[in-house]
């Protein structure tokens, strides 16, 4: 069983609707951080998280650490909202991030 | 500042050929690692450094070297290329050990033939 679990793994929404990325781990973090990749492009940093909840734009990422549980949320979702969105926590002795394996976000027009 | 710059974008290998990806970053992090990123998997980690002079390995480092003769470089070399290294490579670094900001390159996508 892979370390760090995300749903779903393909999304399609339509312009404007409200979304949710899930991201499970099964071992103790110290952070976890949520990533965006286009088609093609390189990998962007979204958020980093230890605790509680962040907000950047139409952009939410809240944490449970007590349940092993993170949620990416987009507000009234845009088709330039289309990407891979990864999750990665910082955990173990070496202190590396591991990473999922990506939800396809695709919002159309 | 321009962050992580990963050079070539994209290259093409002959199995048995050698190259080196190219990563350098101008922030100043002791941090840096290389990934691979495999469809249908997550990025997995191939060699990371803590520090000019500081290698050490990551879940899959058969086939590659590295090294980190200076804080700003951290090169990758594929000693002898075989198919099962196509695939897409980042580089990324961080001030403090990913527990705080990530950054990545823009990737290298590498087709051994």
Known sequence: KNE?????QNLTAQEGEFITIN????VGISALHWLQQHPGGGIVSLFMLSSGKKKHGRLIA???I????????????HPRDS???ICA??????RQLTFGSGTQLTVLP | NAGVTQTPKFQVLKTGQSMTLQCAQDMNHEYMSWYRQDPGMGLRLIHYSVGAGITDQGEVPNGYNVSRSTTEDFPLRLLSAAPSQTSVY????????WSTEAFFGQGTRLTVV
Request: contains cysteine; hydrophobic residues 30%; charged residues 5%.
């Open chain 1, 66 to 77: 007590q349940e092993k549980h993170s949620s990416l949320h987009i507000t009234a979702s």
């Open chain 1, 83 to 85: 990407a891979v969105y």
């Open chain 1, 4 to 8: 760090v679990e995300q749903s779903p």
């Open chain 2, 90 to 97: 980042f580089c990324a670094s961080s001030p403090t050990g």
């Open chain 1, 23 to 26: 991201c499970s781990y099964s």
């Open chain 1, 62 to 64: 809240t944490i449970n």
């Open chain 1, 89 to 94: 926590v910082l955990s173990g002795s070496a």
